[in-house]
């Protein structure tokens, strides 16, 4: 049963009267909204050894940043605390916290020795109903990694008080690029899920698009254009080695994305002026060629149970969505409303389909249920495009170009609700997002 710290998080829609907020716990779906942030407190971990103060203060405002970040949280500030934390084993001042309208409090400790090991504990308390929420967990690992030990704790506080999976714990492959418009540099990028650790995974001497995680978080897809026709090349990310997964001088490969299984590529293949989706087994270089339709089929996305596949076609005369069987065979189009529709990718909970959409001169990044009914959108501006989902299937990164002869393109996340639209930090441009699977 979720507790009344889950009850109060959210300010229900329209379907749930305040009277029934207050009567008891209420199970809460993230894709209605959040009028008012449950209020939380944060306190810095606590040291257990020499010198790793440092360390709890840095981690414990990691997590209260991904908590916020949310839009679903509201920290409230040290400032305002009556109790401090000064042991991790020290019973909770259940009173004070409730004085502050802390309805969560989070306390940790950490340790360290002179070999940069680091060890981090937590705990996530009910001020509301003066409770401990679970048991308390600990991760170990270097000093180097506390960054993802602080999203390890995020996401554990996150799960334990809205009963849905994190997402922190992840990265972002990317697009990056530098310079004027007219003269882009482009390379593989790849970050922590909020923009931190940055690091380059190919140089600016050929063109890169679209890359695309494979389902184990270790290889990226993506399109190069380094022999100067586009070719799909595999990247593996521990040794930044890659390699072309197909030949032919004549073709263009292009849009890729790895099967859940991860054991095979679907892709747009054009040949003889005709652009159709193919299936490469990674095993044993086989290809299947999987439509035969007049026009441009790209864009494949897999259902998450690998059994059905969603692309964009012009099948129609226009550019539509539509799915078929992961094998091949009758596509049933999904989007009927009005304009152009693009670039969709199947939500990891399988209940959604997010899409670019062009309509009346403006972009949007949207949802629609895998029937294509309760279409949704999210977003609006000169041009947004390509989106990924976060690994919890609850937000949606995307690229959002500026309007204008040096506009710039940077990504943005939203969550299904079409709230909490937020800018990414990169240190440049940025385009073509592909969110990792949790680590």
Do not use: C
């Not at 690992?141 to 992840?170: C, L, P, Q």
């Not at 897999?302 to 059994?307: N, R, T």
């Not at 393109?409 to 240190?427: A, C, E, I």
């Amino acid at each position: 049963m979720m507790t009344r710290v889950l009850a109060a998080m959210m300010a229900l829609m329209l379907s749930v009267s305040a009277g029934l907020a207050q009567n008891g716990p209420l199970r809460i779906e993230i894709t209605e909204g959040v009028i008012e942030p449950v209020p939380f407190a944060a306190p810095a971990f606590v040291a257990e050894t020499a010198g790793a103060g440092e360390w709890g203060q840095r981690i414990a405002q990691v997590v209260a940043d991904d908590l916020v970040g949310t839009g679903l949280f509201r920290q409230i500030g040290q400032q305002a605390f009556i109790s401090q934390v000064t042991s991790f084993q020290s019973p909770v001042a259940y009173a004070d916290w409730k004085a502050i309208n802390a309805q969560a409090l989070i306390t940790g400790a950490v340790q360290t020795d002179g070999a940069g090991n680091l060890v981090v504990k937590f705990r996530v308390y009910d001020v509301f109903a003066g409770g401990e929420l679970g048991a308390g967990l600990q991760f170990a690992g270097t000093t180097e990694g506390w960054r993802r030990m602080a999203h390890k704790v995020a996401d554990a506080v996150y799960s334990r008080i809205t009963g849905e999976g994190g997402y922190f714990d992840s990265r972002v492959v990317f697009v990056s690029e530098a310079g004027p418009k007219d003269d882009r540099r482009k390379r593989l990028g790849i970050m922590d899920y909020d923009g931190a650790n940055v690091q380059y995974l190919t140089d600016s001497r050929a063109l890169v698009l679209a890359p695309r995680f494979s389902p184990t978080g270790d290889r990226v897809l993506y399109t190069s254009y380094e022999s100067g026709f586009p070719r799909i090349k595999v990247l593996d990310i521990g040794s930044v080695q890659s390699r072309t997964l197909e030949q032919g001088d004549a073709t263009m490969s292009f849009a890729p994305r790895f099967a859940p299984d991860g054991r095979s590529v679907v892709y747009s293949l054009t040949t003889g002026g005709n652009t159709d989706l193919y299936k490469l087994d990674l095993g044993s270089g086989a290809t299947t060629r999987l439509t035969s339709a007049p026009g441009i089929e790209t864009a494949p996305s897999y259902a998450p149970d690998g059994s059905r596949i969603v692309f964009e076609s012009d099948r129609s005369g226009t550019q539509q969505l539509y799915i078929m069987p992961a094998g091949g065979g009758e596509a049933q189009r999904i989007s009927f409303g009005d304009g152009r529709y693009g670039t969709p990718v199947w939500s990891p909970r399988g209940d959604l389909i997010a899409f670019t959409k062009q309509s009346k001169g403006r972009f949007h990044i949207g949802v629609m249920r895998v029937d294509g009914s309760e279409e949704r959108l999210l977003t609006a501006s000169f041009l947004d495009e390509g989106p990924t989902w976060a690994p919890n299937g609850r937000v949606i990164m995307f690229a959002r170009e500026t309007q204008g002869a040096q506009g710039t393109s940077s990504l943005y996340s939203v969550d299904v609700s079409g709230r909490n639209l937020k800018r990414v930090r990169t240190p440049d441009g940025a385009s073509d997002p592909s969110w990792s699977p949790l680590q």
